[in-house]
């Protein structure tokens, strides 16, 4: 889970010649439980195939929202229910449904030596909307994961990208075993015209390290929200909030008896904590997060323009905690994120335009300790206090899209659809005292085809979309002082954000309806990139850290991302 909150996605309808096109009813019924479950699936997800579909999505995971579309909007419940014109007064149903998957993904070459390069999860779960006649709507969901990944380099923090730069890393590096657990639920209703949710979610997972020094690593998630929704003739209005809560443990320990190993506290760009990262047998650190996010969107539908506009921000504050009971570093993450979506349809013929601006902005904190006497009657018991806080790292990630779409019907059941987008990425850290900067800004022309065929039991779908990437500029002012990792934590990420070149991924869905058993259908995701860094992003010098992993510099190479997931689903 990213400190934006929850990332939640639904479907968009589009009628022409009698014949309803939507996204499938696998993403509206399974939607709360499809959370990334490795770094390179994130990747597949960034940049959407449909963009303009994603942002409705956004604002139907609103469930107020989803419930006045239930109530008031006949086509969306004709879809959702699977029936053809129910009566209206018709609001009782239940939808259920299980799915199962694999994906396995492989980074060649240069990558995220946080992350891993290498993925395997299984995952299995079930989702379930049960509404109610006059008595709004239940949601459910539930996923059982587990896999391994590898290649985990100078980290031994799972998810790290949350809690970056404060990571605790080892010279030594291992793989992770892990199972994960979700959990979601949610109500529904309306009343007065104004339509109510609260809703709930909770995740953990434990994972491990296998060889020395070994993790044990505890993570959970919370978050508790509550949302509301009116209509207005033809705007559509709502608002949501979720408080969110995260927190992890790190037990880090050699099982060879005697052997002791020095654990890095990184606070950014290589530097760590001489004094707290000694030589020694193992170490202990607990994260804290806790964070607010608010929601808002306003839709208008006219008889031929769709105007969508989705606005949510989140704060979240982050503080890591010692086994000697120091808070050595804070963070404060602000993200704003805007989406807009404009939709048109001449005759059979819609065309629409949507935008996309993601930002991030952490501010980081150095605490500084001093030991104290808090009774001088005791020598022997000291404790320690903060005399000073530093405000020197500041990290930003922006990411923008505008996506244009052309869909057009061949015949009675094919709709075919085109589109071109331009994506435009920004990253930077920077460290004061000393004075420390990187940044890449780099753009991502894409193009795409998708192809649907439905008709009364076979829905058949395939997405496509290619993408070049190119940077536009960047910098790397890394000068090391002393004894730093700067090579590992802040060279190599750069390095990797440094990639050009081409990439594509493909989605195609196979689905079945089986009178008397429901929906049975075949879910399967590819994506490849392939490129690597310019000549002239080099280190320059030798690694002041040196270990058997990653601290020989290498000269640019090309690299290979692949992924590939396949799932298998039912819906009743």
């Known amino acids: 889970m990213k400190c934006n909150i929850l990332l939640f996605s639904l479907f968009v309808c589009v009628f022409f010649d009698g014949v309803l096109f939507a996204q499938s009813e696998r993403e509206l019924l399974f939607d709360k439980s499809h959370d990334a479950l490795s770094p390179l699936e994130k990747r597949f997800n960034t940049y959407a195939f449909d963009l303009s579909q994603q942002n409705n999505n956004r604002m139907i995971s609103n469930i107020s929202a989803f419930q006045l579309l239930i109530e008031t909007d006949s086509a969306f419940r004709d879809r959702f229910s699977c029936k053809k014109n129910p009566p209206v007064d018709s609001l009782g149903m239940l939808r259920i449904g299980a799915e199962t998957g694999y994906s396995h993904g492989y980074i060649g070459g240069e990558y995220l030596p946080y992350s891993g390069n290498e993925f395997r999860d299984f995952h299995v779960g079930t989702s379930l909307v049960h509404t109610l006649k006059n008595k709004g709507s239940f949601w459910g969901a539930a996923r059982y994961s587990k896999g391994k990944h590898y290649g985990y380099q100078w980290n031994a923090i799972r998810h790290a990208e949350i809690y970056l730069p404060y990571v605790v890393a080892d010279s030594t590096g291992g793989d ?43 993570t959970a998630w919370l978050s508790l929200g509550g949302s509301m929704s009116v209509k207005a003739g033809d705007d559509m209005y709502g608002l949501r909030a979720f408080y969110l809560y995260n ?20 606070y950014g760009f290589g530097f760590f904590d001489i004094q707290s990262s000694p030589i020694s047998f193992g170490i202990n650190r607990m994260y804290y997060l806790n964070g607010a996010a608010a929601e808002a969107f306003y839709k208008r539908n006219e008889s031929e323009k769709t105007f969508l506009y989705v606005l949510d921000y989140a704060f ?20 704003l994120t805007g989406r807009m979506s404009y939709s048109q349809t001449f005759g059979t013929f819609q065309i629409e335009a949507s935008a996309l601006s993601s930002n991030t902005f952490r501010m980081g904190m150095e605490n500084i300790y001093e030991s104290y006497l808090p009774d001088p ?129 493909t989605e195609l869905q196979l689905s079945r309806s089986i009178r008397n058993i429901g929906t049975a259908g075949l879910l399967l995701d590819v994506m490849v ?15 002041s850290v040196q270990s058997d992993i990653l601290s020989t510099p290498l000269p640019p190479e090309k690299k290979m991302e692949f992924w590939v997931k396949a799932s298998l689903f039912w819906m009743l």
């Open 377 to 505: 009657a005791y020598p022997n018991i000291y404790d320690y206090r903060i005399v000073s806080i530093r405000n020197r790292y500041r990290y930003l990630l922006s990411d923008n899209i505008v996506q244009c779409t052309f869909r057009h019907p061949v015949g009675k059941h094919v709709k075919i659809g085109y589109s071109g987008s331009c994506a435009e990425q920004h990253r930077s850290e920077n460290y004061t005292d000393p004075s420390q900067h990187l940044h890449t800004n780099a753009i991502i022309p894409m193009l795409g085809v998708d192809f649907q065929y439905i008709n009364e039991e076979m829905n058949a779908e395939i997405k496509t979309l290619v993408m070049y990437r190119k940077l536009l500029d960047k910098a790397y002012a890394v000068a090391p002082v002393g004894l730093m990792t700067d090579f590992q934590h802040a060279f190599t990420p750069y390095a990797y954000y440094c990639f050009e070149g081409v990439g594509g991924k």
């Open 316 to 335: 979240c504050k982050i503080k890591t905690e010692e086994s000697n009971r120091k808070n050595l570093f804070d963070s404060k993450t602000h993200s």
């Open 247 to 266: 927190r992890q443990h790190l037990a880090l320990r050699n099982w060879r008896p005697n052997q002791q190993d020095r654990f890095y506290l990184v």
């Open 176 to 218: 992770y075993d892990y199972e994960d657990y979700f959990f979601h639920g949610g109500y529904a209703w309306g009343k007065n015209g104004f339509y109510y949710g609260c809703e709930g979610s909770y995740r953990g997972e434990i994972a491990c390290r296998k060889t020395d020094p070994r993790c044990a690593n505890t």
């Open 529 to 543: 990139h392939y490129g690597g860094r310019p000549n002239d992003v080099q280190y320059v010098g030798i690694p």
